[in-house]
C-alpha cells in the first residue's frame, strides 16, 4: 500500500545557489525567530502556565536540500515526532497545541507545560525548556549566521 503523504522530500540543487539557499534560510530564521520572541515574550508577561496532556503523536516530515551533485545524502530516521497536547484553560474549555513527543512519550500520560493567553486561549505556546524565549532566541542567533554566512558567500 503507498501512503498518501510524503513522508521524506529531497532535491539537489547546484553549488552556485548556495549563497542564496543560505541567505533566504537565514532571514526566514530570523523572521521566525523574531516572532517567536515576541509572542513568548507576550505570553511570559500575560500567560497562565497550565498542564497539557499528550492525546496523540503524528510522525514528523522531513526536508532536505543537496547543494551540488557530489554532496552526500544520509537519511536518519528522527526520533522526535509531533505531539498534540490537550489543554485546558480557566473557564473549562478544552484545546490542543503542537509540540514534541519522543519514542518514550505515553499517549495520556506524558504532560508537557502550556504558557497561554487568558484572553485568547488558542493563543499559546508550549514550554518545555521552562524558558519561553529560548528556542526562538537560538533560531534567531542561528538565522543571523545563515545570513550573514548566505551574505558573505555571494559572487560580487
Known sequence: MTPLAIDHFNFSLP???A???????????????????????????????????LVRIVPRRSFSISIGSNSGHSHRENDTMDGFYRYTNEQGC??????????CSVIGSSTTTVLYNPENPSDAIVTDSGVPQLVPMVVTLVGIGFAAYGIFQLPL
Open 15 to 17: 553549488p552556485e545557489y
Open 19 to 53: 549563497p542564496y539557499v543560505n541567505l533566504i534560510s537565514g532571514i526566514l530564521m530570523l523572521y521566525f525567530g523574531i516572532k517567536g520572541l515576541r509572542k513568548a515574550n507576550r505570553l511570559s508577561k500575560k500567560g497562565i502556565k497550565t498542564q497539557g496532556v
Open 94 to 103: 478544552e484545546h490542543e497545541i503542537k509540540g514534541s513527543a519522543y519514542d
